[in-house]
């Protein structure tokens, strides 16, 4: 398997950001820097990666709050999430003040993404999956080769996203779990957003929100 990961909880809310990075170039992502940047940096110092690019589920500000200061920081392109989540990057300085969090700067990506595309990290290609419901613009980010998917906070190890912040929708965050998570096979295991890591298929079967059982 050439695509290596480590999780980096990040933030009060123990967001998992991920350090992605290609086996056979040392090319990394980081994915959703939501927050204590220099806790990233060493997990990147570690690693003896280079980071080539940000990549982001959606923006919320646990996942998108150190976004803009680390790309300045490492001289790296943002993509993701998909634009529907403009609302939310524009809205991260409230979002601070709601919960608490330093104020970030506003940013704009250097790639909305939309559903069916790819991005690369190194030698590596993750397709691009438009996951609604828990924001309108919420994107995950899945390696056919390795079987992992980072899911953000569409789904969690028996549980699933919230849907009462402005713009989500629980019908529709149930659809994106079914209609395009889970046919990707039980086999699959995901990076959730936040808590440890599980596989579609003991979400089938356990998950009291989307398991098959329920219809």
Not at 64 to 74: F, K, V, W
Not at 137 to 163: K, M, N
Not at 196 to 210: A, H, K, L
Request: with cysteine; charged share 20%; glycine share 10%.
């Amino acid at each position: 398997m050439s695509l290596k990961y480590r999780i980096i909880p990040v933030t009060p809310f123990q967001q998992n950001c991920s350090l992605l990075w290609c086996e056979d170039t040392l090319k990394a992502a980081v994915v959703d820097p939501g927050g204590d940047l220099e806790r990233i940096q060493a997990a990147i110092n570690a690693e003896g990666v280079t980071v080539e690019k940000i990549l982001l589920t959606h923006a919320h500000i646990d996942h998108a709050g150190g976004t803009a200061e680390l790309a300045r920081e490492l001289t790296a392109p943002i993509e993701g999430p998909h634009r529907e989540d403009e609302f939310w990057i524009k809205g991260l300085p409230m979002q601070s003040q709601m919960f608490g969090f330093p104020e970030p700067d506003v940013f704009t990506p250097d790639r909305w993404l939309d559903d069916g595309e790819e991005v690369t990290i190194g030698n590596q290609t993750l397709k691009v999956l438009h996951c609604p419901g828990h924001t309108p613009g919420h994107v995950v980010f899945y390696h056919p080769e390795s079987q992992l998917a980072l899911v953000g906070d569409v789904l969690f190890h028996g549980s699933i996203g919230r849907t009462d912040f402005p713009k989500g929708d629980h019908p529709t965050l149930i659809r994106s779990i079914r209609e395009k998570l889970f046919p990707l096979g039980d086999q699959v295991s995901f990076i959730p957003g936040h808590g440890p890591m599980s596989d579609f298929g003991t979400e089938r079967q356990t998950n009291p929100f989307v398991a098959d059982h329920r219809g």
